[in-house]
């Protein structure tokens, strides 16, 4: 099992910016990748950014390049997004997901709302 822990979420305005972390706990050496998602009232849930541990590539939503940056400490067991020039369509709750390639398992965090207003 994998725990997943998110904070950063709060309040911004439009323009703004807002630091996301999640931090992993547990049967963390099988995961092969971490990544956020987020859900707005209404829609599904939708990838925002994803950091692939094998090669190390990343992916991002189009609707966030070149506004937020993933990163990660794999010492700390640490992922973090860097969000800037939040938009009010930003706003959602965003959360943390861990991958682990056996099983075909998907962990979640329990998520942390972000609000833009504009």
């Known amino acids: 099992q994998v725990q997943l822990v998110e904070s950063g979420g709060g309040l911004v305005q439009a323009g703004g910016s807002l630091r996301l972390s999640c931090a992993a706990s547990?049967?963390?050496?099988?995961?092969?990748?971490m990544g956020w998602y987020r859900q707005a009232p209404g829609k599904q849930r939708e990838l925002v950014a994803q950091?692939?541990?094998?090669?190390?590539?990343?992916n991002y939503a189009d609707s966030v390049k070149g506004r937020f940056t993933i990163s990660r400490d794999s010492a700390k067991n640490m992922v973090w997004l860097q969000m800037n020039s939040l938009k009010p369509e930003d706003t959602a709750v965003y959360y943390c997901?861990?991958?682990?390639?056996?099983?075909?398992?998907?962990?979640w965090g329990k998520g942390t709302l972000v609000t833009v207003s504009s």
């Open positions: 997901s861990a991958h682990q390639p056996f099983g075909a398992v998907d962990y």
């Open positions: 547990g049967s963390i050496f099988g995961l092969n990748a």
């Open positions: 950091v692939i541990y094998t090669g190390g590539s990343i």
